[in-house]
């Protein structure tokens, strides 16, 4: 399995977690029962944002590395 193949992936990966995020947005507390924002969504959201960044750097990644042959 070469690099970008990996990191195609792993973006698929955080796409469909973000995702699962913005479905399911108390999936943080029922896991972890912990309710760290008190209820206001805001922890759901920061997550839905880091993950879907996470999974565009990674597409880049996988794109730019096809590109170069890796």
């Given at each position: 399995m070469t690099r970008s193949h990996v990191e195609l992936v792993a973006s698929a990966v955080l796409a469909v977690a973000a995702a699962v995020t913005v479905v399911v947005p108390h999936w943080i507390e029922a896991v972890f029962?912990?309710?760290?924002?008190?209820?206001?969504?805001?922890?759901?959201?920061?997550?839905?944002?880091?993950?879907?960044a996470l999974a565009v750097l990674a597409g880049w990644l996988a794109r730019r590395d096809r590109a170069l042959g890796r």
């Open positions: 029962h912990v309710d760290p924002d008190g209820a206001s969504g805001s922890l759901e959201w920061l997550v839905v944002a880091v993950l879907g």
